[in-house]
């Protein structure tokens, strides 16, 4: 049975909406002003309110400032351009003062202070609400500044060991409410998607393109720090929870609209209810973005239609059409238009043509992003690598421009995919870094480093004049993942000789001539280099069962491509009920590849993963489990993603592969990796020492072996690779 769950949107505000009646209240007879009114002023509910918690926009654990001056800028969504109102952020925050300096807490909103607080007591809770004014937000966002200080005469003490900080907690949180009926363009929609926006698509058995189409869309979101919920339609005789659904006294004389009074969950009984429930701006239906396609249009249509024949008088048949149009305009969308903006229970809904769903997912990456300008749009042909084939700007990535401050050390961090910087064949293969510093109190030079997933490419002294330094670095493979993180670190000595100033921040810049190059991949191994050759062409299989089960399966598949870096405008896609032979690489859900000889296998609840002819891993009776594994069918580097249990688990958290060939994931999103190091494989002449030893540690390190005894290990090999040296030279 079809469970549908009402979404993470919260209930709508409005001078003209209706004050809903509470569950169970009983029908009361209306003459047919009060229902035209009533159905016009559902119409005018085009008030809508976002509340999430920090946890939502990416900031999972608590952000601690601990220093004599700490702050951090935290950058909450809104709707680009438009007013919001009733905005404020609730912050929840534990401090600690362990030594006896005065603290204080200052908030601040795009650069203005709004409250300070000083702490006096040892430790305890300090949460603030701040107001946030309703000044439209060209740049989409609200920067909320928090900073922490310290005071001290002595300006060159210790600032690293002192005991008074401050953790803000991921369960803080923004709300606002905003006026949809100001979002006219795709741009505007886009930025006013939620933390979990939800994407309509066909029930029952979905089409093969409407499949795809969602997939493609999904993953695109989830790199745009989204987790999308994927939901289908519900039918005659499926349950729904009515918790938050609101139902104007006007609506009750329409059996459909009174029999939605069910407190908690109600089963639908015929059409017109669902009729009912498309066109109700607090309904569990609503979604952010849906597929277009005939069949999920045509249960739309027929549900409305029988809707409307339980409107019999005639001015509020008119109303009730005109109420339709507006707030229910997806069953009519045209599939020629690649990504258009329609409604659904009068909200605004992104619909996506099927067949134009990878040229949409390109459009809205965040280059292409600020052309969605338009309330409709066609897109005939667009290039995801930019038509640069030997470098990437890191701007095109997502880096920021402008300067940032740097008082001891500050951080330029950029976050991306393989698959962005992998174009025609080429991978990255190495990073060139302009970067500049103005002068500072000190003498001492300030110093950049370059760093990728926290392996050190390079580093050098920036110059004291303030004029840019280019460090140019090599990418090595290990450093690589699916999704990177690519770190400046500017550190510099905040105070001048014996301290005689004011510690004071001075600016530096990344530079927007900063790239990658990208070159000819070299050695690559286990999942880097199944996610290396699915940056190119891939192909992303899975049984024809998936698409019976769309709201299960598609967050497995999304997890499972965003996971693998697979690019969402160059893939191709099939559903199938038997192996297939592959021709490229490609990322397969469950046994889908012919050919293939995997050292993981997964039979009735029981997993057994092998290692070069021994057995690592035996367990019988676990289900839920997610089970990748990096292989080559016929010189093809791919992926394989089964599952274990007789249902699909709930891929609701992302997970990574790491760096493995084989990888366990959790329903947590946990990744277990099964490796096993052997001694003799090191001392073996298959390849040179450093590749193995350099294997060994990554190993290790996915291994959490101690490095302690990592080192040993390796010092042992060293002697007995000596010793063995010198007896056959010996011999000779």
């Known amino acids: ?48 309110t976002r509340s999430y918690s920090f946890s939502d926009i990416g900031l999972t654990e608590p952000e601690t400032l601990a220093s004599l001056d700490a702050s951090r800028l935290v950058y909450l969504p809104v709707p680009t351009g438009l007013d919001i109102r009733e905005a404020e952020v609730s912050l929840e925050t534990r401090y600690f ?27 305890g809770p300090l949460d603030l609400t701040i107001g946030v004014d309703a000044a439209p937000r060209p740049s989409g966002f609200v920067e909320l500044g928090l900073r ?22 991921p369960t803080s949180r923004f709300e606002f409410s905003y006026d949809t009926a100001g979002i006219t363009d795709l741009l505007t929609a886009w930025s006013a998607l939620p933390a979990q926006p939800v994407i309509l698509v066909s029930g029952r058995t979905t089409p093969a393109n409407a499949y795809d189409a969602a997939w493609r869309i999904g993953v695109t979101l989830e790199r745009a720090g989204k987790s999308p919920i994927f939901r289908t339609l519900p039918g005659v005789g499926d349950e729904i929870d009515t918790t938050g659904l609101k139902v104007p006294p006007a609506l009750l004389d329409i059996p459909a609209f009174a029999s939605l009074t069910d407190p908690g969950t109600h089963t639908i009984s015929d059409t017109a209810e669902l009729g009912a429930l498309l066109l109700l701006p607090s309904s569990p239906l609503a979604a952010d973005l849906a597929i277009v396609d005939p069949a999920l249009q045509a249960e739309i249509t027929e549900a409305l239609d029988a809707l409307a024949r339980q409107v019999s008088d005639a001015d509020a048949k008119a109303a009730f059409q005109a109420l339709r149009d507006k707030a229910a305009g997806f069953a009519t969308v045209g599939a020629a238009e690649t990504v258009s903006l329609s409604t659904l229970a009068n909200r605004p809904l992104m619909a996506v043509a099927p067949d134009g769903a990878g040229k949409a997912a390109t459009l809205f990456g965040s280059f292409w992003r ?46 991306f995919n393989f ?33 990728l997933n926290d392996y050190l490419l390079g580093a050098a002294r920036l110059p004291e004049d303030g004029t840019a330094k280019r460090i140019s ?73 998936y698409l019976a089960d769309p709201q299960l399966s598609l967050p497995l598949v999304v997890r499972g491509a965003d ?39 997964v039979q009735d609840g029981r997993l057994v993963i092998n290692r070069d002819g021994n057995v690592v891993i035996d367990i019988q009776k676990v289900s839920d489990l997610v089970v990748a594994e990096a292989t080559v069918v016929d010189g093809h580097q791919g992926i394989s993603v089964r599952t274990i249990g007789t249902t699909l688990p709930d891929a609701t958290h992302p997970f990574r592969f790491g760096r493995d060939s084989v990888a366990v994931i959790t329903p947590d999103g946990s990744i277990l990796t099964p490796t096993v190091v052997q001694a003799a494989e090191l001392a073996s002449g298959n390849g040179t020492v450093t590749e193995k030893a ?39």
């Open 97 to 123: 003062r362990a030594e006896d300096r005065r603290t204080t807490f200052v908030v601040s909103v795009d650069g203005y202070p709004v409250a300070a607080r000083a702490p006096l007591t040892e430790k």
């Open 473 to 545: 670095a090599a990418i090595p493979s290990y450093a690589f993942a699916e999704r990177n993180r690519l770190t400046v670190r500017v550190q510099r000595q905040p105070s001048s000789h014996n301290c005689s100033e004011t510690p004071q921040s001075f600016p530096a810049e990344v530079l927007p001539t900063s790239r990658i190059t990208l070159g000819k991949p070299g050695r690559l191994e286990g999942f880097v280099a199944s996610v290396a050759s699915l940056a190119t062409s891939p192909h992303l299989i899975v049984p024809t069962g």
């Open 370 to 415: 600020k052309l969605a300008a338009e309330r409709t749009m066609t897109v005939n042909a667009i290039d995801p690598d930019g038509g640069n084939s030997d470098s990437i700007p890191l701007v095109q990535l997502g880096g920021s421009r402008g300067t940032f401050d740097v008082l001891a050390q500050a951080e330029w961090t950029t976050v």
């Open 694 to 732: 350099e294997s060994f540690l990554l190993q290790a390190w996915e291994a959490r072996v101690p490095i302690a005894a990592t080192v040993v290990v390796l010092f042992v090999l060293m002697l007995l690779r000596a010793l063995f040296a010198r007896r056959r030279a010996k011999k000779d």
């Open 563 to 601: 996971a693998s870096g697979i690019s969402v405008e160059r893939t191709t896609f099939s559903a199938t009920d038997t192996p297939v032979t592959v021709a490229s690489p490609f990322l397969a859900f469950g046994d889908t590849v012919a050919g293939t000889t995997p050292s993981a296998s």
């Open 1 to 48: 049975m079809n469970r549908i769950l009402p979404t993470a949107r919260a209930a709508t505000l409005g001078a003209f909406t209706l004050v809903a009646s509470t569950l169970g209240v009983q029908a009361q007879g209306t003459d047919s002003t009060s229902l035209v009114d009533a159905l016009e002023a559902l119409q005018a509910d085009t008030w809508a």
């Open 148 to 169: 922490w200080s310290v005071a001290t005469d002595d300006y060159c003490a210790e600032a690293r060991t002192i005991g008074d900080l401050i953790a803000i907690e």
């Open 419 to 451: 698959s962005s910087v992998a174009a025609k064949g080429l991978l990255p293969s190495d990073v060139v870094i302009d970067v500049a510093a103005a002068p500072g109190a000190s003498h001492s030079s300030p110093v950049a480093s370059v760093l």
